[in-house]
């Protein structure tokens, strides 16, 4: 990891990194009494109370999906067009589309918003030039930046703020990040560190597997250490009454799904532990009505719940649970596996939870198998994780293999931190 924070921090003061409006206070402090009655303001909410002041005489293009909403549920492109304040001239949508239509690998396309009549503008797949290119033919000044992250490295919505905070700086273009919380809380990072490698979509650059960030903070860490060959003009706006102990049911916010399979807050708490099982031959539970909360496959029977709750995991409960699958793996069949019951959200660790399930299951069915394309290992960050497991590893032999990698990303990630 290239640490250069001393000299991009430099820039980012002159830039406003921090936000003109973080910057006018403690991200803890009360604005407008709204803290105070106990709910978080977004970074939207505090850029529409300044007046839109930091798109003042810019043409904006807005990065963002069905989250990017008000408190009371508007969409901030339909609260951005009709305000004459803002020259909002394009959209820009992420994997599974601006409305969200598409499922996971997909995107919608460039279509023309029905509401709006604005262009919208598929950056799926796009980076570098190409995406470079695309902002250009936009007309664009300025890139907003507002999507619902669930906390995940391999959640690719952080990747296509990387990806577009890169192809802004090569259009000259400035990016803004308007803020929101890590649903499942931003206390401390967890889970193995990516190795270069092993880089995709589901990981471009070595950050922990949960990164305990919001997406304004990874900006700034985006920016301040793999952005330097060519850093973004960079301002985040922060938000207030968030703190990092907090998880979603805690901020007073509407839940809007990020993605078809990550339903509710409870979703996006087991998301980083059981997301690993897209890299074996079990479903995790897409096509059912509590995605990655069960996972399971034909032929798995109690014996694997039984030996999951026997690793005492602190936090959660394994319960023995069925499923038919409507579509992705196993569609149509009965499976056998485990329900994840999350009792102690404080103690939960979803990645300790997701190799204990892993090591568990190699253990007790005679079917278990990893995609013959080693996904596991663009979602684990390197092989390590699969090789282990394979040993016969335990779950602190395989936590205790990234320590080292993780307690350095710790380090570098407390310099970009906004919040308590």
Not at 107 to 127: I, M, N, W
Not at 230 to 240: C, F, N, Q
Not at 351 to 370: D, H, K, Q, Y
Request: include cysteine; aromatic fraction near 10%; proline fraction near 5%.
């Amino acid at each position: 990891m290239t640490v250069s924070r001393r000299g991009v921090l430099g820039l980012a003061g002159v830039i406003g990194s921090a936000g003109a409006l973080g910057a006018a206070g403690p991200p803890g402090a009360a604005a407008g009494g709204a803290a105070a009655a106990g709910r978080v303001r977004t970074g939207f909410e505090r850029l529409a109370a300044d007046g839109y002041a930091a798109l003042a005489g810019q043409k904006v293009g807005v990065v963002t999906n069905p989250t990017g909403i008000t408190a009371d549920a508007r969409h901030l492109v339909d609260v951005l067009h009709a305000d004459a304040r803002v020259d909002l001239v394009a959209v820009f949508g992420p994997e599974h589309g601006f409305r969200g239509t598409a499922q996971a690998g997909g995107s919608e396309g460039a279509s023309r918003d029905p509401a709006t009549g604005l262009a919208v503008y598929d950056t799926y797949g796009k980076s570098g030039q190409n995406l470079a290119d695309v902002f250009t033919a936009a007309g664009i000044d300025t890139v907003v930046f507002d999507i619902q992250d669930v906390g995940a490295r391999f959640y690719t919505y952080i990747w296509t703020l990387y990806d577009c905070m890169r192809a802004a700086a090569l259009a000259g273009k400035t990016v803004v990040v308007l803020d929101r919380p890590n649903p499942v809380g931003g206390r401390r990072a967890a889970g193995p560190v990516l190795e270069r490698p092993y880089a995709s979509f589901v990981g471009r650059e070595p950050i922990a597997l949960a990164h305990g960030m919001t997406v304004a903070e990874l900006a700034r860490l985006f920016n301040g250490e793999f952005l330097t060959d060519r850093p973004v003009g960079l301002r985040t706006v922060a938000m207030s009454g968030w703190r990092r102990e907090s998880f979603f049911g805690e901020t007073g916010l509407p839940w809007v799904p990020p993605s078809p399979n990550v339903p509710t807050p409870d979703t996006a708490l087991a998301y980083a532990g059981t997301c690993l099982f897209e890299g074996t031959n079990l479903s995790e539970g897409r096509g059912t009505t509590t995605p990655f909360e069960v996972v399971g496959a034909e032929g798995i029977d109690r014996r694997w719940a039984e030996a999951a709750n026997a690793l005492g995991l602190p936090g959660v409960w394994f319960r023995e649970a069925y499923f038919t699958p409507t579509f992705s793996k196993h569609v149509g069949k009965v499976c056998g596996g485990v329900r994840l019951i999350v009792h102690d959200r404080a103690a939960f660790d979803p990645v300790r939870a997701g190799i204990g399930l892993l090591v568990t299951a190699r253990r007790v069915w005679s079917g278990f198998g990893w995609r013959a394309d080693h996904w596991i290992d663009r979602l684990t960050g390197s092989d390590r994780v699969r090789t282990l497991v394979d040993a016969g590893a335990d779950v602190d032999e395989v936590a205790g293999d990234w320590a080292a990698g993780l307690a350095r990303f710790a380090a570098v990630r407390e310099e970009y931190l906004l919040y308590p």
